[in-house]
C-alpha cells in the first residue's frame, strides 16, 4: 500500500514562486504515474501535471504549461511540482496521487495524498 505526503504550501505573493514536494511510501515500479491534482473551492478537482516513474514522459494542463514544472527523485521517493509565476487562480489544494499503471493522463489514480493549501494574493 502506497502511502503520499504533501508539503511545501503556503501563501505567496502573484508571480512568486512555490515548490511542492510529495514524499512516497512503500514498493514503487517503474509503471507508476505520479501526478498532481488541485481543488478549488466549488470547483472540480483537476488534473494539474504528471510524470511516469522510469521515464521523463510529462503531461501538463494547459492552464500550467511554461510555468509548472513536475520532477522526481527516484533515490528519495519524491515527486515535486515547481510553481513559477503563480496566479490567483492558482489557488487551491494541491494533492498528490499515484496510479499503478496506465497512461499520464486521463485515467483513475489509485492512491492519493491528504493535500496542501496553496494560495495565491493578488
Known amino acids: 500500500q502506497m502511502q503520499l505526503v504533501e508539503s511545501g504550501g503556503g501563501l505567496v505573493q502573484a508571480g512568486g514562486s512555490l515548490r511542492l514536494s510529495c514524499a512516497a511510501s512503500?514498493?514503487?515500479?517503474?509503471?507508476?504515474?505520479m501526478g498532481w491534482f488541485r481543488q478549488a473551492p466549488g470547483q472540480d478537482r483537476e488534473i494539474v501535471a504528471a510524470i511516469r516513474w522510469n521515464d521523463d514522459n510529462t503531461y501538463y494542463a494547459d492552464s500550467v504549461k511554461g510555468r509548472f514544472t513536475i520532477s522526481r527523485d527516484n533515490a528519495k521517493n519524491t515527486v515535486y511540482l515547481q510553481m513559477n509565476s503563480l496566479k490567483p487562480e492558482d489557488t487551491a489544494v494541491y494533492y498528490c496521487?499515484?496510479?499503478?499503471?496506465?497512461?499520464?493522463?486521463?485515467?483513475?489514480?489509485?492512491?492519493w495524498g491528504q493535500g496542501t493549501q496553496v494560495t495565491v494574493s493578488s
Open positions: 496521487a499515484a496510479r499503478r499503471f496506465g497512461s499520464l493522463w486521463p485515467g483513475q489514480y489509485d492512491y
Open positions: 512503500g514498493r514503487i515500479f517503474g509503471s507508476y504515474v
